[in-house]
């Protein structure tokens, strides 16, 4: 929380219906929400806003959520940000592992309902 600021959750995801799902739930929960559509745009959005929180889908557009995590960890200006990774597509444990690897805190397995995502970067937030 900065300056008595409800904590800011930086939401990435390419599909605008579920990202707008995200953002709502989460803004309906007490939290500030900034959205980005691809990995470029989050990159970017994380190193200006330095969210407390990110949310992100691994299966995104031009650059994956792997390798934007994998930047983000990079990055003095948000090595400290946690991450929460979401994924559906062909999940196995391998990609949990990896989701690791290049930095999340955390992995949701789609389908999921409002409540855990909410849960989850409330649990994440207060450990980071």
């Known amino acids: 929380m900065v300056d008595g600021q409800p904590p800011l959750v930086l ?3 390419d599909d605008q219906s579920a990202r707008k799902m995200y953002a709502d739930t989460l803004a309906s929960n007490g939290f500030r929400v900034a ?3 691809n990995g470029l745009q989050a990159l970017e959005k994380a ?3 330095r969210p ?3 949310v992100t ?6 650059i994956d959520g792997y390798e934007m995590c994998r930047r983000l960890q990079r990055d003095d200006r948000t090595r400290q940000v946690p991450i929460v990774a979401i994924t559906g597509r062909f999940f196995s444990s391998a990609d949990v592992a990896r ?4 930095g999340c805190r ?3 397995i789609k389908p999921f ?3 855990d995502l909410v849960a989850e970067v409330q649990r994440i937030w207060k450990q980071a």
Do not use: K, N, T, Y
């Not at 989701?99 to 290049?102: N, T």
């Open 52 to 54: 407390d929180v990110i």
């Open 47 to 49: 190193q200006d806003l």
């Open 99 to 102: 989701a690791r690897r290049e």
């Open 113 to 115: 309902v409002g409540d």
């Open 106 to 108: 955390s992995v949701l």
């Open 11 to 13: 939401v990435i995801e």
């Open 57 to 62: 889908d691994l299966g995104l557009p031009g």
């Open 35 to 37: 959205e980005a559509h």
